[in-house]
């Protein structure tokens, strides 16, 4: 079946610090590739996304790249901000459902 | 425009007794999507509907939950004989259309935080 594998958290670091959060899939198929972010007291945002392999997605800063050969979406972003410290998930799309990983804790500090 | 809405935001109730949690997608949204997110893990996949009709329910853990989309707006979430391991934050998404890859972009409300005692 469909799976979601991400590092395990929390994950922190200090401002403007390099981020990498890793995330690797199982799926049959070619599927869709996300990163949706939580931040405290508010609910699931999407924050990118790729639709086929060697697609980049980036979105604030943020960025992952759709690698078939590794099965792989890691998250990076060169220069982390107080503000980025959230929960972050990867996910993959199963016929028209989403199957999350089970999220990394960032908790960056000034 | 407004987001995605679920109520109660919180419910506690007893075990054995019967909840319902209510979702408002975004209006126009055809596709209606819950999960069920237990402390310290991923949102995991329960039903999509598309209009009406519940097009895929394999999330169900079994069938005391059962949820309704009568017009294609408004959806209920309903768990008869609530049990302990229920407890969990039951989210909702809508999705302009669904199934459509790279179109599938969900939007997420607040949650609704379901504690049975």
């Known amino acids: 079946g469909n799976s979601v594998t991400q590092m395990e958290g929390p994950v922190t670091l200090s401002e403007e610090a390099f981020l990498t959060i890793n995330c690797t899939y199982t799926?049959?198929?070619?599927?869709?590739l996300f990163w949706y972010v939580q931040y405290p007291g508010e609910g699931l945002q999407l924050l990118l996304k790729?639709?086929?392999?060697?697609d980049k997605g980036s979105n604030k800063g943020f960025e992952a790249t759709y690698r078939k050969e590794t099965t792989s979406f890691h998250l990076e972003k060169g220069s982390v901000q107080v503000s980025d410290s959230a929960v972050y998930f990867c996910?993959?799309?199963?016929?028209?459902?989403?199957?999350f990983g089970s999220g990394t804790r960032l908790q960056v500090q000034p | 425009g407004a987001g995605v809405s679920q109520t109660p935001s919180n419910k506690v109730t007893e075990k054995g007794k019967y909840v319902e949690l209510r979702c408002d997608p975004i209006?126009?949204?055809?596709?209606l999507y819950w999960y069920r997110q237990s402390l310290g893990q991923g949102p995991e996949f329960l039903i999509y509907?598309?209009?009406?009709?519940?097009?895929?329910d394999s999330g169900l853990p079994n069938d005391r939950f059962f949820a309704v989309r009568p017009e294609g707006s408004v959806s209920t979430l309903k768990i008869q004989r609530t049990e302990r391991g229920d407890s969990a934050v039951y989210l909702c998404?809508?999705?302009?259309?669904?199934?459509?890859?790279?179109?599938?972009?969900?939007?997420f409300g607040p949650g609704t935080r379901l504690t049975v005692l």
């Open positions: 799926a049959t198929g070619y599927p869709s």
């Open positions: 790729a639709t086929k392999a060697d």
């Open positions: 509907f598309q209009g009406t009709g519940a097009a895929d």
């Open positions: 996910a993959l799309d199963r016929r028209r459902a989403l199957t």
């Open positions: 998404a809508s999705s302009s259309q669904g199934g459509t890859r790279g179109d599938n972009e969900q939007f």
């Open positions: 209006s126009g949204h055809t596709a």
